[in-house]
């Protein structure tokens, strides 16, 4: 079962966010009521380790996560990672309100066999419940969560090889919904009480989860990311991937890239993301969103927080889930500031340290 990882009741753990590109990880304390960022790591991910969220070569994932171990400088051991993309399915299911948690876990197994699309030997499952149905009080929506355990267990394996014991099995929605709360100080006063959307682009996926009110509403995973970029930048200029992921970084590209490269990419970028909002809103039966926070690598493009306003018509800001936050002495912020908003999920990984809930 996925409970057995997905732990209630966490201790201080190190947010891992294993990725296409690269291993992200934050280790946040509690300081004063408030957070604290005692350390993060950036390493990069050998090419094909990691293809389209799943983990290929668990030793070369395990060897990053060791250069992790050694960045964070802790004795802090517990780790929580996630999963996401189409290994994982999540589904609201309605129960009755009276049935406690082991009859609960029992019908849950019974209901899972006709939504999972698995055998169900091969699949991990857990499940939180949620608030009484408002349509029909005798009921209680209950989120189900299921993963092909293999999945769970590849994960497992490279924190194990990096010298890490693996906590908990979070899912990256659910990680980048909780991170979204340190986000909120960055947007107007009534953001609080107002629709949020956080769309975290990495390098092959995209999340997207909408908060109202602070809380989860909506999450939507799709397959575009900044790997979209680079293929441009490589096909372009005849470079290959690791001279285009570099010069994409330090800003070394021909004057001329600006409308050859970066103009069509921001172009499909807003596409895939009014394509997201149009869905949500098609969903919920809504007219609009009130705020857009970015996150991710591609949260760097230039100049991109006034473009999507301008775009989309949305207030938007670049995530930095460490604004509010009082920041270690030991840490470099400048360093910082230039990859915060790649930290979104990484961030609510180890908010699971504080928070027992499932997001």
């Known amino acids: 079962m996925l409970s057995k990882l997905w732990n209630k009741n966490a201790s201080m753990m190190v947010g891992i966010d294993i990725g296409s590109h690269s291993v992200k990880a934050v280790l946040i304390s509690k300081s004063n009521g408030g957070y604290q960022l005692d350390a993060y790591a950036v390493e990069p991910m050998p090419k094909g380790a990691v293809v389209d969220r799943k983990v290929h070569d668990i030793e070369a994932v395990g060897a990053v996560v060791r250069k992790i171990r050694k960045k964070i400088l802790s004795s802090v051991q517990n780790a929580s990672v996630a999963v996401s993309g189409s290994t994982v399915i999540t589904k609201t299911i309605y129960m009755d309100v009276s049935l406690n948690d082991d009859e609960l876990a029992s019908q849950i197994e019974i209901e899972a066999d006709s939504l999972i699309p698995y055998p169900l030997d091969e699949v991990s499952i857990d499940f939180e419940k949620l608030d009484v149905n408002e349509s029909d009080p005798s009921k209680v929506n209950v989120l189900l969560s299921a993963v092909r355990t293999e999945t769970i267990e590849a994960r497992v394996a490279a924190l194990d090889a990096g010298g890490f014991h693996t906590k908990v099995v979070d899912v990256e929605s659910y990680a980048l919904s909780r991170a979204s709360s340190l986000c909120i100080p960055m947007l107007p006063d009534d953001a609080a009480d107002k629709t ?164």
């Open 196 to 359: 949020v959307a956080y769309i975290d682009i990495g390098a092959t996926m995209t999340l997207f989860t909408v908060t109202e009110d602070g809380n989860n509403i909506y999450t939507r995973d799709q397959l575009f990311g900044s790997e979209q970029y680079t293929r441009s930048i490589v096909s372009y200029y005849n470079k290959t991937f690791e001279e285009a992921e570099q010069q994409k970084l330090s800003g070394d590209l021909p004057p001329t890239y600006t409308f050859e490269v970066l103009a069509p990419f921001q172009t499909t970028l807003i596409q895939q993301i009014r394509r997201a909002i149009q869905m949500y809103l098609t969903f919920s039966g809504k007219d609009k969103l009130d705020y857009l926070v970015i996150s991710g690598g591609t949260a760097g493009l230039e100049n991109i927080q006034e473009l999507l306003t301008a775009e989309l018509g949305i207030h938007t800001v670049i995530a930095n889930p460490f604004n509010d936050m009082v920041i270690s002495e030991q840490i470099n912020e400048q360093a910082l500031a230039l990859v915060a908003p790649q930290l979104m999920v990484a961030s609510g990984l180890a908010m699971r340290s504080f928070s027992p809930c499932h997001i």
